[in-house]
Nanobody, 120 residues
Framework: QVQLVEFGGGLVQAGGSLRLSCAASGHFMAINTMGWFRQGAGKERELVASIHNGGITDYADSVKGRFSISRDDAKNTVYLQMNMLKPEDTAVYYC??????????????WGQGTPVTVSP
């Protein structure tokens, strides 16, 4: 089994910053992609940012230039640095990881979610 534990959510004023972190633990061969999704009230879950092996990153248009994703493979941890936060960034943020248990068995797991609230 693979587990993800998230840290760093909270309440911040518009224009402020938060840093989320997510650590993977368990028995697996490799993690290919780690990412962050979010789900606002009454909205569908959406991709915020992801980072693949080799450091290739993807960002939602709404966060480009404000958010930065990074990973520490030695710690199986992914970070999301969120700057210039806006009220519309308010959501529950979920960590996601995809990888391999073995050469043939893949996995995809989700964290429990951490709330981010941005006040006007």
């Amino acid at each position: 089994q693979v587990q993800l534990v998230e840290f760093g959510g909270g309440l911040v004023q518009a224009g402020g910053s938060l840093r989320l972190s997510c650590a993977a633990s368990g028995h697996f061969m490799a993690i290919n992609t780690m990412g962050w999704f979010r789900q606002g009230a009454g909205k569908e879950r959406e991709l915020v940012a992801s980072i693949h092996n080799g450091g290739i990153t993807d960002y939602a248009d709404s966060v480009k230039g404000r958010f930065s994703i990074s990973r520490d493979d030695a710690k199986n941890t992914v970070y999301l640095q969120m700057n210039m936060l806006k009220p519309e960034d308010t959501a529950v943020y979920y960590c996601n990881a995809r990888g391999f248990f073995t050469f043939y068995d893949t996995f995809e797991v989700w964290g429990q979610g951490t709330p981010v609230t941005v006040s006007p």
